[in-house]
Structures are given as structure tokens and as C-alpha cells.
T-cell receptor
Framework: ETGVTQSPTHLIKTRGQQVTLRCSSQ?????VSWYQQALGQGPQFIFQ???????GRGNFPPRFSGLQFPNYSSELNVNALELDDSALYLC??????????????FGPGTRLTVT | AQSVTQLGSHVSVSEGALVLLRCNYS??????LFWYVQYPNQGLQLLLK??????LVKGINGFEAEFKKSETSFHLTKPSAHMSDAAEYFC??????????????FGQGTILTVHP
């Protein structure tokens, strides 16, 4: 069974640029969530995708957007990067069936630095 | 809305001593509660979870936690600390259904240091 993978592991961008982060869900999972973890903080929920549709969003501006593909892999896109966007971005996948409980499995994260 | 407060950003114990990491939550409906561990430069690993049923839950690596509704707490314990337990620990809460389904709200984290 393959776990959650993310790419790239690190990247450096300049303020105002755009960035795309990628996540491959664990095999069999149909839900993916993205979190932002600033240095010294707990992860903050960005949004979640279930069966390719956004299924809830945290307190993040529209310049944070995402996609989930038919194979349940996912992208997080951030436009007009700001210095405060520097953080570890975590992807978590899970299996959801109706309202049944499920566990979220996290990838290793992508460390984004905005200069 | 739900929230999590972890008491103590840093906890230091000696190897072999009891580990106690504190977590209090706020939730308008019965919560699902989780403890995750994060080693340096890694993602989060699930230690244990409480959803329904038995209030004392056992997890991996000898950790356990007890859900106490009256105290709105979900403290993490381990009888005997090991050097490999040194890491950052996060308590998280989510609601069991509706639009909040599956959205984890995390505490600020507690860094556990284990001394020889």
C-alpha cells in the first residue's frame, strides 16, 4: 500500500509569483484535505476535496485554490504569493463513506519559502 | 465551531518517566478527537483517535488517551517515556458530520523532550 506523497519537498518562490503543489493520495482514498502549517504553529485547514468537488474551506482567501483529479490526486495552487505564505503545506487523504468516520493520513509536506 | 487548547508548549521528562500532554477542546456537538505526532521535517502520524464508545483509547507506541466529556479534555499519556518519543504532538478535533465533516482543527502543539 502506497502512502501519501507530495511534491516537491522544498521550493523557493518570490513574492507575487504563483505556485502549484501536488499530492498523491493513499491508494483507495477518495478525499483529500490541505493544511498550512506555519513555523511553530499547528496546521490550519485550507480546504477539502471529495470526489473532485470542494467540500469545505477554511479561512483562506480565494487566491488559494485546488483541484482533485479522477485518480484522487490533488493540486494546491496559490496565486500572488505573499511572505506570510511561507509554511509547510500538508496534504492528507482519507476514505469517506457516507457519514462514517475515517482517519486522515498525512504526507510529508512541501516546505514553501516566499522571499 | 470547535477549538483546541494544548496546555504547555514544551514538556520535558526523563526517560522512563510518565508522559502527560494536556488537551482541552471546545465543541458545540460531540467531537471526534485525535492525537498526532510530528517528527522533525516529517508529516503527521496518527497516534490514536476517539470517535464513539470506550472513552479510554489506546494507540501506537504505548500511548493512550481518555475522553472526559465533563472536563472537555483528551489528555495523552504514556507510562514510561522513551528517547524515541521526543517529537511534537498535536491534539485535533473534528465534528462528526455536516459541513465540518473531516476538517481537523489542531492545537498549537506540544514539544516533548526526553532526557536520558
Amino acid at each position: 500500500e502506497t502512502g501519501v506523497t507530495q511534491s516537491p519537498t522544498h521550493l523557493i518562490k518570490t513574492r507575487g509569483q504563483q505556485v502549484t503543489l501536488r499530492c498523491s493520495s493513499q491508494s483507495g482514498h477518495n478525499t483529500v484535505s490541505w493544511y498550512q502549517q506555519a513555523l511553530g504553529q499547528g496546521p490550519q485547514f485550507i480546504f477539502q476535496y471529495y470526489r473532485e468537488e470542494e467540500n469545505g474551506r477554511g479561512n483562506f482567501p480565494p487566491r488559494f485554490s485546488g483541484l482533485q483529479f479522477p485518480n484522487y490526486s490533488s493540486e494546491l495552487n496559490v496565486n500572488a504569493l505573499e511572505l506570510d505564505d511561507s509554511a509547510l503545506y500538508l496534504c492528507a487523504s482519507s476514505w469517506r463513506v457516507g457519514t462514517g468516520t475515517y482517519e486522515q493520513y498525512f504526507g510529508p509536506g512541501t516546505r514553501l519559502t516566499v522571499t | 465551531a470547535q477549538s483546541v487548547t494544548q496546555l504547555g508548549s514544551h514538556v520535558s521528562v526523563s526517560e522512563g518517566a510518565l508522559v502527560l500532554l494536556r488537551c482541552n477542546y471546545s465543541s458545540s456537538v460531540p467531537p471526534y478527537l485525535f492525537w498526532y505526532v510530528q517528527y522533525p521535517n516529517q508529516g503527521l502520524q496518527l497516534l490514536l483517535k476517539y470517535t464513539t464508545g470506550a472513552t479510554l483509547v489506546k494507540g501506537i507506541n504505548g500511548f493512550e488517551a481518555e475522553f472526559k466529556k465533563s472536563e472537555t479534555s483528551f489528555h495523552l499519556t504514556k507510562p514510561s517515556a522513551h528517547m524515541s518519543d521526543a517529537a511534537e504532538y498535536f491534539c485535533a478535533v473534528t465534528l462528526g458530520g455536516g459541513t465540518s465533516y473531516g476538517k481537523l482543527t489542531f492545537g498549537q502543539g506540544t514539544i516533548l523532550t526526553v532526557h536520558p
